[in-house]
C-alpha cells in the first residue's frame, strides 16, 4: 500500500516536472511569437510578432490599435543575404495595421521590423521569422505525443532511480522505445515535411536539435543494455535527457542559404529552391529543375514560383 502511494506521487511529480519541461523550452525558442504592448503617438497599440510561417504564402504582421491615422512602416530583409531594408507602409483596416511579408521556402528566413518614425522600431529591434512546409497533422501528432511520452518516462525513471528497491525494467523500455519512435521515426518525417530532410544532424550537418537527439538515444541505448549493472547508468540517462531537452527547440535548426539554395546547418548538397526577391515579388528556381510553372499575380506580399525547366 505504502509502494502503492509512492508510485502514485512519482507519476504526478513526473508529469508535472515533464509539463514545465516542455513549456520551458517551447517559450524559449526561436519560434514563441514576440508580443507586447506600447504606446505610439499617444495611442495604445499591441503587437504580437510571428516567427514561424508556412512556406510560400505571405505572413502577416499586425499591429491592433484602437483608432486610425498612425504611419507605421513594415522594413523586411531575407536573412543572412546581405541586402538592404526593403520598406511597406501598413495600412489600416478598421482593427488595426497590417503589412504581408512575401513568402519564402522552406527554411528560408525573414529578418522584420515595425518602425514607427525614424527609424524607431516599435518593439524588439528586429524579428526573424522561418517559413516551414506542411507537415500532415498524424505525423506531427504523433511526433509530439511519443516525445512528451519520452520527456514524463524519463522524470518518472529517473526518480525511480531514487527508490532503495527501484523496478527498472519495464521503465527503461518504454522509455527507451517512446524515445526511439519520437526522436528517430517521427522526428524525422516532420522535418522531411518541413524542411525538406530527414536528417540534418551528424554526420550530415549541424543541427542542434537533430544532435540533441542523437546524444539522448545514445545514452538511452547504454542505459538499456547496462541498467542490470547499476542504476546510475539510468540515471544519468534520465538526467542528461532533462538538460538538453531543456534547451530550446528549433534552436540552431534548419536554414536556406539562399546564395547556394543549400541548407546552411547541412553539410551535403541537397535540392533546394534558389528565390531571388524582387518589389514584392518572390522568384524561385528549383534545383535541379522541374517542367513546371505555377504563379500568382505580382502585387503587394504576393509570390512568383517559377521551376527551371529541367
Same mark, same amino acid.
Given at each position: 500500500m505504502k509502494r502503492s502511494i509512492s508510485t502514485i506521487l512519482l507519476w504526478a511529480a513526473a508529469l508535472a516536472m515533464a509539463m514545465g519541461?516542455? $513549456?520551458?523550452? !517551447?517559450?524559449? %525558442?526561436?519560434?514563441?511569437? =514576440?508580443?507586447?504592448?506600447?504606446?505610439v503617438a499617444g495611442v495604445p497599440v499591441q503587437y504580437?510578432?510571428?516567427r514561424s510561417h508556412t512556406a510560400r504564402t505571405p505572413l502577416e504582421v499586425r499591429v491592433k490599435a484602437g483608432q486610425p491615422g498612425l504611419r507605421l512602416t513594415l522594413a523586411y530583409r531575407r536573412y543572412h543575404a546581405g541586402e538592404d531594408w526593403r520598406n511597406a507602409s501598413m495600412r489600416w483596416d478598421g482593427e488595426g495595421y497590417v503589412a504581408d511579408l512575401p513568402g519564402q521556402p522552406p527554411a528560408g528566413k525573414v529578418e522584420y521590423r515595425v518602425l514607427t518614425g525614424k527609424d524607431s522600431p516599435l518593439?524588439?529591434?528586429? $524579428?526573424?521569422? !522561418?517559413?516551414? %512546409?506542411?507537415?500532415?497533422? =498524424?505525423?506531427?501528432?504523433?511526433?509530439?505525443?511519443?516525445?512528451m511520452s519520452g520527456i514524463v518516462l524519463c522524470v518518472r525513471t529517473g526518480l525511480e532511480c531514487l527508490r532503495k528497491?527501484?523496478?527498472?525494467?519495464?521503465?527503461?523500455?518504454?522509455?527507451?522505445g517512446a524515445v526511439i519512435l519520437g526522436g528517430l521515426v517521427f522526428g524525422p518525417l516532420v522535418q522531411k515535411f518541413a524542411f525538406g530532410d530527414f536528417w540534418t544532424g551528424f554526420p550530415l550537418g549541424t543541427d542542434l536539435t537533430d544532435n540533441k537527439t542523437l546524444v539522448v538515444i545514445l545514452f538511452w541505448?547504454?542505459?538499456?543494455?547496462?541498467?542490470?549493472?547499476?542504476r546510475w547508468w539510468v540515471f544519468?540517462?534520465?538526467?542528461?535527457?532533462?538538460?538538453?531537452?531543456?534547451?530550446?527547440?528549433?534552436?540552431?535548426?534548419s536554414e536556406l542559404d539562399y546564395a547556394s539554395g543549400r541548407m546552411r546547418n547541412k553539410y551535403s548538397r541537397m535540392e533546394r529552391e534558389s528565390c531571388q526577391l524582387r518589389d514584392t515579388t518572390l522568384i524561385c528556381a528549383h534545383v535541379p529543375g522541374v517542367s513546371r510553372h505555377r504563379s500568382q499575380p505580382a502585387g503587394e506580399g504576393k509570390i512568383l514560383i517559377a521551376r527551371a525547366p529541367g
Open positions: 519541461i516542455a $513549456v520551458f523550452q !517551447r517559450i524559449t %525558442g526561436p519560434t514563441w511569437p =514576440v508580443q507586447g504592448e506600447d504606446v504580437r510578432f510571428l518593439g524588439p529591434p528586429s $524579428v526573424v521569422a !522561418r517559413f516551414k %512546409g506542411k507537415v500532415p497533422a =498524424v505525423w506531427l501528432i504523433l511526433h509530439i505525443l511519443f516525445m528497491q527501484p523496478r527498472l525494467t519495464r521503465l527503461v523500455n518504454f522509455t527507451f541505448l547504454a542505459a538499456f543494455f547496462l541498467y542490470r549493472r547499476s544519468a540517462a534520465a538526467v542528461l535527457m532533462i538538460v538538453v531537452t531543456m534547451i530550446p527547440h528549433s534552436l540552431g535548426g
